[in-house]
């Protein structure tokens, strides 16, 4: 059972570039999320998705875009990197009512 | 924003009890009290979660005041892999927009030897 799985790990992007964050559970949840977390600070929620087909916005979502397609992938998109994008970003996922499980991050730079 | 307060920092021996304060004096009748920890780099993990009951599993214990205001997190008997920021904060326990997490700065329980 892998939980929840966040690749890459690590990325370096230039200014301007684009990319994508995947995250997948599997663990049948209907809640996923994500968070980025600056360094010495606590994480702030970036999107959010109820169930397939369906997503909304969190705390800081300017700069960001998600969809989720299946109930098992939930990516977030980043169009146009910025240096205030360096951050280090959580994917979660949570059932009804219950904690969440979180991934183990994707560190990015923007330079 | 975040609900709840926390002290920025705590200190605990190794092997004593760490217990760990929250403050959530605006807390619905509806809202639980959950306690998540990041060890440094990785993600959060789940700790525990209370309504009004107090609270024991295999990692800590939750002590909830009867007025719901304010609650603590027990560590029985910290080790220094219990290091690691340790967040407080309350939501609803149902689904739908409201079953999102959001942290606050946590408290940086540091571990001695």
């Known amino acids: 059972n892998a939980g929840v799985t966040q690749t890459p790990k690590f990325r370096i992007l230039k200014i301007g570039q684009s990319m994508t964050l995947q995250c997948a559970q599997d663990?049948?949840?209907?809640?996923m999320y994500w968070y980025r977390q600056d360094p010495g600070m606590g994480l702030k929620l970036i999107y959010y998705?109820?169930?397939?087909?369906?997503?909304d916005k969190g705390e800081v979502p300017n700069g960001y875009n998600v969809s989720r397609s299946t109930t098992e992938d939930f990516p977030l998109r980043l169009e146009l990197a910025a240096p205030s994008q360096t951050s280090v970003y959580f994917c979660?996922?949570?059932?009804?009512?219950?904690?969440?499980?979180f991934g183990s991050g994707t560190r990015l730079t923007v330079v | 924003d975040a609900k709840t307060t926390q002290p920025p920092s705590m200190d605990c021996a190794e092997g004593r009890a760490a217990n760990l304060p929250c403050n959530h004096s605006?807390?619905?009748?509806?809202?639980?009290v959950y306690w998540y920890r990041q060890i440094h780099s990785q993600g959060p993990q789940y700790i525990i979660h209370?309504?009004?009951n107090n609270e024991t599993n295999e990692m800590a214990s939750l002590i909830i005041t009867e007025d719901r205001k304010s609650s603590t997190l027990i560590l029985p008997h910290a080790t220094l892999r219990d290091t690691a920021v340790y967040y407080c904060?309350?939501?609803?326990?149902?689904?739908?927009?409201?079953?999102?997490?959001?942290f606050g700065t946590g408290t940086l329980l540091a571990v001695q030897p």
């Open positions: 605006t807390i619905s009748g509806n809202e639980y």
């Open positions: 904060i309350v939501r609803p326990n149902y689904g739908g927009a409201t079953n999102k997490l959001i």
């Open positions: 663990m049948n949840h209907n809640y």
């Open positions: 998705s109820v169930g397939a087909g369906i997503t």
């Open positions: 979660a996922s949570s059932g009804q009512g219950y904690g969440y499980t």
């Open positions: 209370g309504l009004k």
